[in-house]
């Protein structure tokens, strides 16, 4: 996945790239409030939550809170992290319904065992591939984070990520760290064939494994690209030599990318 321009985790950390003058497009620009309400509708159909239920989510990365509106709509409760004191500040200002909590997700989520019935996040997680200081660690941050999840959601509940992966290595680096943390689940492409309408949203099942989602616009897909790259987490196997297998990706289909 290339870009002519370059892509904003590159530019700066989030909580500088997100300053007043970027959070409050995220209030007044209509197409992307559009586009975040399409992908927060589609996260949230993927989490496959009980109809008429009231559940409480977790939106990470939530911003000014164009997501959680969404949330609020369907008839949820919701809390949200992100890192942007700015952003925060326009969900403020915006008098969002969901709880806000300033946090750097990449150093854990604070909150008990069990808290949350499912967790969306819209465009963020890929800001943990990057080393934006020397003491960060991609691999490291991405595991901290995922465990603290893991922990933080319900038993039987489903994290969904829409992200813009940067190439293969880049989706390969975070499933490696959910799955490590205990997650199963996989990679769901909607609209493989189209390099303007495809998204990628990794669904997470945490404690019982699922039936991975088809991603929409499959059934025009042509033959050798996938929709989907499922995998499960395995203990570690002991070979002859006394030594442990490294856990694997099952399998390892980004070939849409």
């Avoid at 892509?7 to 620009?29: G, I, V, W």
């Avoid at 809170?65 to 949200?80: I, K, N, P």
């Avoid at 949350?116 to 997680?125: K, R």
Wanted: charge should be neutral.
């Amino acid at each position: 996945m290339s870009s002519s321009c370059r892509r904003p985790e590159h530019t700066a950390p989030p909580e500088l790239f997100y300053n007043e003058e970027e959070a409050k497009k995220y209030s007044q620009n209509s197409r992307i409030i559009e586009i975040q309400r399409q992908m927060s509708e589609r996260a949230v159909e993927l989490l496959n939550l009980p109809e008429d239920h009231t559940c409480l989510l977790l939106d990470v990365g939530c911003g000014s809170g164009l997501s959680g509106d969404y949330l609020s709509e369907e008839g949820h409760h919701w809390v949200g992290v992100d890192i942007s004191v700015a952003m925060l500040d326009v969900a403020l200002d915006r008098e969002v319904e969901g709880d806000l909590v300033l946090g750097d997700m990449g150093q854990g989520l604070p909150f008990r065992a069990g808290s949350f019935d499912g967790c969306i996040s819209i465009s963020a997680l890929q800001w943990l591939c990057n080393a934006d200081k020397k003491s960060h660690s991609p691999p490291r941050r991405l595991h901290t984070f995922f465990s603290t999840l893991y922990s933080s959601l319900a038993r039987g509940a489903r994290a969904v990520f829409q992200v813009y992966p940067e190439n293969s290595q880049q989706l390969e680096l975070i499933t490696a760290q959910a799955m490590k943390a205990g997650f199963t689940g996989g990679i769901v492409v909607d609209y493989p064939n189209s390099s303007k309408a495809k998204k990628f949203f990794l669904c997470l099942f945490a404690g019982v494994s699922g039936v991975l989602p088809k991603g929409l616009g499959t059934e025009v897909a042509d033959r050798g690209v996938s929709s989907q790259a499922q995998f499960t987490a395995q203990r570690p196997r002991v070979t002859r030599g006394g030594r442990s297998t490294r856990q694997q990706l099952q399998p390892v289909g980004f070939s849409s990318l």
